[in-house]
């Protein structure tokens, strides 16, 4: 199980941002209730993705790189790529289909494997 910290703006009222759903998560303290980093809900909430990654690798198993209202990837979440992969914290990319959707997943795809070899 994994709580993931979705904003306001996504009509939550509970664990909107990073702090609020990572003390939950430890709050909880079992080992198969986990935080699940979204790139895309964090940098909504006000949150910093690379700080709460850093910050919270431990209670991390899975994380997405998405970006607000689930729009396209645009390549701007390489450092959060780069340090979930060197943590070993599994990875995927979440967005709506549309205009540009294959290039933009290509690029996800690409920082990734970029981060792969830049280690």
Known sequence: ????????????????????????VRLVDRDNVSFHADSGCLRLAGDDPVAALRDNSD???RCHVSMPDLKVYNGSEPDFIRLALSLGIGISYEARPGDGAEAAAAL??????????QD
């Open 59 to 61: 209670i991390i198993k």
């Open 108 to 117: 996800f795809f690409s920082d990734a494997e970029r981060a792969i070899t």
């Open 1 to 24: 199980f994994a709580l993931e910290a979705n904003p306001t703006q996504y009509g939550a009222n509970t664990a909107i941002n990073a702090r609020g759903a990572t003390r939950i």
